[in-house]
């Protein structure tokens, strides 16, 4: 795989109303990583950072920690979707470099931007055309009304056609349909229920044949990030990574303003004045750990 930094567009996940409710905590699980909970919009926008979380979906890249500048944030490997941490820069440089290499080659690179009581994604995932890509996926939704669900599907898989979700048992009556690379990642109040995802074969003599089909439950009062990805195991070309998110009511807020907060920033700043896209000049020497031999 050729590793490329572009177009770290922040992809909106719907509008948000400025006279909408804050969002308290968010309780946090995914297919690999175990359980965590973000702080609130109100403590975070006091604090004055960003919650930010990293999914890793390129099945090809080696195991990479994860840097905000010089400083090493998280490790990740194919399908990891980290909790989320607190960022305290406004714009910031994120690399992936192969694990346990700090001073190895930059697999992927970029400079993105936050804002302070705002949740984000920040993906690397495959182009199109195969190269690498970060975007930032604005994380900001409310909890979905009484006994509804909220679903949202991204598709990042370049050999995968469309993809649709139907009920189990009724393909007559699709939930979401039509989604494909580039699609906006928008969230969508569904009934809870079970279902079915579909991956389309690409090109158009096979758009009657199905590529993946995969089964999930949706739960009301939860949101729901469905990734179709490409696969990692030989027969199983494409692949989904489940992330749920619970947003608990906003708490009235109590800011201590005595005395200054002694927190130290979580992003290193750097000059910002040309925010291109860069990547390594190496990127390509960087190749998953032989584990074959112990």
């Known amino acids: 795989m050729r590793f490329r930094a572009i177009g770290g567009a922040v992809l909106a996940?719907?509008?948000?109303?400025?006279?909408?409710?804050?969002?308290?905590?968010?309780?946090?699980?995914?297919?690999?990583?175990?359980?965590?909970t973000a702080a609130g919009e109100d403590e975070t926008k006091n604090e004055g950072v960003a919650q930010v979380r990293i999914v890793q979906a390129i099945p090809?890249?080696?195991?990479?920690?994860?840097?905000?500048?010089?400083?090493?944030?998280?490790?990740?490997?194919?399908?990891?979707?980290?909790?989320?941490?607190?960022?305290?820069?406004?714009?910031?440089?994120?690399?992936?470099?192969?694990?346990?290499?700090?001073?190895?080659?930059?697999?992927?690179?970029?400079?993105e931007g936050v804002d302070a009581g705002h949740r984000y994604t920040i993906l690397a995932a495959p182009d199109k055309d195969g190269a690498a890509k970060i975007d930032v996926i604005s994380d900001d939704e409310p909890a979905p009304a009484a006994g509804k669900a909220k679903l949202r599907v991204i598709d990042v898989a370049p050999q995968a056609g469309t993809v649709d979700i139907y009920p189990q048992g009724d393909k007559k009556h699709a939930i979401v349909d039509?989604?494909?690379?580039?699609?906006?990642?928008?969230?969508?109040?569904?009934?809870?229920?079970?279902?079915?995802?579909?991956?389309?074969?690409?090109?158009?003599?096979?758009?009657?044949?199905?590529?993946?089909?995969?089964?999930?439950?949706?739960?009301?009062?939860?949101?729901?990030?469905?990734l179709v990805v490409s696969g990692e195991k030989a027969g199983k070309p494409v692949d989904v990574i489940k992330i749920v998110d619970q947003v608990a009511p906003a708490q009235a807020a109590v800011v201590d303003t005595s005395k200054a907060s002694g927190k130290q920033p979580a992003i290193q700043r750097e000059d910002y004045d040309n925010p291109?896209?860069?990547?390594?000049?190496?990127?390509?020497?960087?190749?998953?750990?032989?584990?074959?031999?112990?």
Not at 84 to 100: C, G, H, M, S, W
């Open 13 to 36: 996940a719907g509008m948000v109303v400025a006279c909408q409710q804050s969002q308290g905590p968010v309780r946090t699980t995914s297919d690999k990583t175990k359980a965590s």
């Open 60 to 111: 090809e890249a080696p195991k990479a920690d994860v840097f905000t500048g010089d400083r090493k944030q998280w490790t990740v490997d194919f399908g990891t979707v980290t909790p989320y941490k607190a960022v305290a820069e406004q714009r910031f440089t994120i690399a992936l470099k192969p694990a346990d290499q700090p001073d190895g080659p930059v697999m992927i690179q970029a400079k």
């Open 178 to 226: 039509n989604i494909d690379m580039g699609s906006p990642a928008s969230y969508r109040e569904v009934d809870p229920s079970a279902v079915t995802i579909e991956v389309k074969a690409k090109g158009d003599a096979a758009q009657k044949g199905t590529l993946a089909s995969h089964e999930e439950t949706l739960e009301a009062g939860k949101l729901y990030t469905l």
């Open 276 to 294: 291109d896209y860069e990547i390594h000049p190496d990127a390509d020497t960087a190749k998953p750990k032989d584990t074959s031999k112990k």
